[in-house]
């Protein structure tokens, strides 16, 4: 859509608006953005970034809009772009998109008006920054960025470019999450100074480290982009790159970055809050994973606190969600969409249950240009990855000791030893010899929240692990480049 078109379009949508108001048909924005305009010169032009796995969810909602045409599809695998994305489109809309394995080739496409990201972590934040530079507004899946400092470069490139910038955390537009935190909040619990977030979901081993081949459908440079260029060793290409630390982030980073984000949406922080400290390890199985599977994620924010935990050995169904714990009770939120809260002994006060439409509010902003229409803007996606980044950072700079020299550790806390116990627990119960058993446990890290650094002497490491190099021309800017 051309800059005179997109002017006129805008200007003719408010005289329409005007209209229907005055005729006493108002919709809301949410509404007029899912059933949108019939009109070629009204709807908006959409390329996929990545549809081998959650890039599939994001097709169907396009697809289903009447105000939305799929012009584009990307992904470095020829075969899964060509079958899941290319003839997708063209069966359900009639229209055959252009396809590229190279992202580089819709950035500079004019016509398209959104960039929608699902590829691998390592990708999310420089493919961001491409499409605000080029000018579309940017749907990016969590979590936004690979490292902490890439998010704060998407942010930056969003308010420098007047970009609608919408993060991945549809929990954000689930009416039952926003009602639940919106009873938090109001003070109905009480004093609320903790919340705990879980991802209890079983994690198999992905099988032995080795020297594998790339599937021959895959442009591997492309695929690596950012990352640095290493062998293939693990057996599964796609989805198993989630415990590869040059690309993924584990589970923390993965599912846990949902729950991280309403634990702070709750907590009403609006920084990285003051320390980390997280343990756990890769346990029960050795295979070619280097993330952890089991751990512990702890964070400071004054008087209060976020505890979350990751269980990958569990063996009953998954299970994934918050408590926000209060001075009067307490408010459990068990799935994306129902809650309730409860009164200190445990009695059921009041339920929480709804859904909602994250990419209709996405658009509704495209739309508007008003970055506060966003349930989820950049910036708070930054700041929820970048809470799993600082507990991955201090886990990865930890060291190897005994379970019971652990529990000395973390003897100051009352609160720290029962969650501890319900990590040996459950260790326990999946035949882990806690005699023979070593965790990792992290470096305990002092940060300054508003800057985003760590402060402790001799933290020069830690601070060099919130950005990493990055292999030519796959370069994310630096704060003076964006």
């Keep these: 859509m051309s800059q005179q078109t997109r002017r006129e379009f805008f200007e003719n949508s408010m005289l329409a608006a005007a209209a229907a108001t005055a005729a006493g048909s108002a919709m809301s924005s949410e509404r007029l953005a899912a059933e ?4 070629a010169n009204e709807r908006l032009r959409v390329a996929v970034l990545g549809v081998g796995g959650r890039g599939r969810a994001h097709l169907g909602e396009y697809l289903k809009r009447k105000d939305c045409d799929v012009v584009a599809v990307v992904d470095p695998d020829e075969a899964i772009g060509q079958t899941k994305g290319v003839e997708r489109v063209e069966q359900e809309s009639g229209r055959k998109p252009a396809f590229y394995t190279d992202m580089r080739k819709v950035m500079d496409d004019k016509s398209i008006d959104i960039i929608s990201i699902a590829t691998p972590n390592h990708w999310h934040a420089l ?6 530079q080029s000018g579309k507004d940017v749907y990016v899946e969590k979590p936004v960025s690979h490292n902490v400092s890439e998010g704060r470069r998407i942010v930056q490139a969003a308010r420098k470019y007047g970009k609608i910038v919408q993060t991945g955390t549809q929990c954000r537009s689930m009416q039952g999450t926003i009602d639940a935190i ?36 895959v442009d591997y440079s492309l695929w690596l982009g950012p990352a640095p ?28 970055i949902h729950q991280m984000d309403i634990c702070r949406w709750g907590l009403g922080v609006d920084d990285l809050g003051q320390s980390v400290t997280s343990y756990g390890g890769r346990l029960g199985y050795t295979d070619a994973g280097e993330t952890a599977n089991t751990q512990v994620s702890i964070h400071e924010f004054g008087d209060k606190r976020i505890v979350f935990e990751v269980r990958g050995l569990i063996k009953k169904p998954r299970r994934v969600g918050v408590i926000f714990y209060g001075s009067e009770g307490y408010v459990e939120l068990t799935k994306y969409t129902v809650g309730a809260a409860y009164d200190p002994d445990g009695k059921l006060v009041k339920s929480f ?11 509704s902003a495209v739309r508007s240009r008003k970055v506060e229409d966003l349930h989820a803007d950049i910036l708070e996606g930054h700041l929820s990855s970048a809470l799993c980044h600082l507990g991955n950072i201090s886990y990865r700079l930890g060291e190897r000791i005994t379970t019971s020299e652990a529990k000395s550790r973390l003897a100051q806390s009352t609160e720290s030893l029962e969650t501890f116990q319900k990590v040996v627990n459950h260790l326990g119960d999946n035949n882990i010899d806690l005699e023979k058993t070593k965790l990792q446990f992290g470096r305990q890290l002092t940060v300054d929240g508003q800057s985003e650094v760590f402060t402790d002497e001799g933290t020069a490491e830690a601070n060099a692990m919130l950005t990493r190099g990055y292999r030519k021309p796959f370069v994310v800017p630096s704060a003076r480049e964006v």
Excluded at 36 to 39: A, L
Excluded at 201 to 217: A, F, H, L, M
Excluded at 229 to 256: A, V
Aim: with cysteine.
């Design 36 to 39: 949108g305009s019939r009109s």
């Design 229 to 256: 260029e290493k062998p293939l060793s693990r057996s599964r290409f796609h989805y198993d790159w989630h415990w590869i630390w040059d690309t993924g982030n584990g589970d923390l980073g993965n599912q846990g």
């Design 182 to 217: 919106e009873y938090v909040k109001s003070g109905r619990i009480g004093d609320v100074k903790l919340a705990r977030g879980f991802c209890y979901k079983k994690r198999e081993s992905i099988g032995p480290r080795g020297k594998y081949d790339v599937p021959p459908s």
């Design 353 to 363: 249950k709804g859904g909602g439409d994250h990419f209709g509010n996405f658009l």
């Design 127 to 132: 493919a961001s920054i491409w499409a605000i």
